[in-house]
């Protein structure tokens, strides 16, 4: 079945550097995908998203390119900034006709000034 | 626009009482999601309707919960009875079927604790 597997956090930085959270999936036929990101006390919200392959998702200085080769959506930012502490979590769409979302475990990110 | 409205923000119960969370969609998503998010298990989805009718509520853990979405802008959860173990934090998520789809809203979510 389909699933999504992300790197296991906490990830713990020190303000601007480079960012990679990792993000692997198992899917039949084309699906989309998404990071969302959840900050404390907060619900999640969409982050970025890209619908076929080699597209790339931006959003807030985030991006992820959809690489089906590798069956990969890997989130990346240039420079984090402690306000981008919070859980990131990427999920797929399956197909048309199920509006569900698979969702990854969540990744925790801490970033220190 | 008003996002995906969810009563209340937290609510204090004891094991045996029952609990009823709210959720009012945004206007014009047809798709209504539960989720329960714990440290122990992540995010599980558990129920969702469509145009106002359960289409999958496989995820819903026992006969203790059910759902209703009377109309297309109001759903509950209910628990009954309400056990320590359903502590967790509750959200609602809506979206379209149509044109950005697949995009959930979520709520900013019930913080449940039963004692």
């Known amino acids: 079945g389909n699933s999504v597997t992300q790197m296991e956090g906490p990830v713990t930085l020190s303000e601007e550097a480079f960012l990679t959270i990792n993000c692997t999936y198992t899917?039949?036929?084309?699906?989309?995908l998404f990071w969302y990101v959840q900050y404390p006390g907060e619900g999640l919200q969409l982050l970025l998203k890209?619908?076929?392959a080699d597209d790339k998702g931006s959003n807030k200085g985030f991006e992820a390119t959809y690489r089906k080769e590798t069956t990969s959506f890997h989130l990346e930012k240039g420079s984090v900034q402690v306000s981008d502490s919070a859980v990131y979590f990427c999920?797929?769409?399956?197909?048309?006709?199920?509006?569900?979302?698979?969702w990854g475990a969540g990744t925790k990110l801490i970033i220190k000034p | 626009d008003a996002g995906v409205i969810q009563s209340p923000r937290h609510e204090v119960t004891e094991m045996g009482q029952e609990v009823t969370l709210r959720c009012k969609p945004i206007?014009?998503?047809?798709?209504l999601f539960w989720y329960r998010q714990t440290m122990m298990r992540g995010l599980e989805l558990l129920i969702y309707f469509n145009n106002n009718v359960p289409i999958d509520d496989s995820g819903m853990p026992e006969d203790r919960f059910s759902a209703k979405m009377p109309n297309a802008s109001f759903s509950t959860l209910k628990i009954q009875p309400s056990e320590p173990r359903d502590s967790a934090v509750y959200f609602c998520?809506?979206?379209?079927?149509?044109?950005?789809?697949?995009?959930?809203?979520f709520g900013a979510g019930t913080r449940l604790s039963v004692l």
């Open positions: 998520a809506s979206s379209r079927t149509s044109g950005a789809k697949n995009i959930q809203y």
């Open positions: 890209a619908t076929k």
């Open positions: 999920a797929l769409s399956s197909g048309d006709s199920n509006y569900q979302l698979i």
């Open positions: 206007s014009g998503h047809n798709s």
């Open positions: 899917a039949t036929g084309y699906p989309s």
